[in-house]
């Protein structure tokens, strides 16, 4: 489930999420990249290319 709301959240800044969906997704993305940088920059690289 995560991996099809990624490009979702990224791309379209979650323009289909509600608005709980869309608070989790900001606390997620808060919380990767505070704590897993490294990773985050892999995510990004990903999905925004």
Known sequence: MLKLAIPEVL?????????????????LISFVQTNYPSQWQKIQSRYLG
């Open 11 to 27: 791309k379209r800044n979650c323009r289909s999420c509600n608005a709980q969906q869309a608070a989790n997704a900001r606390r």
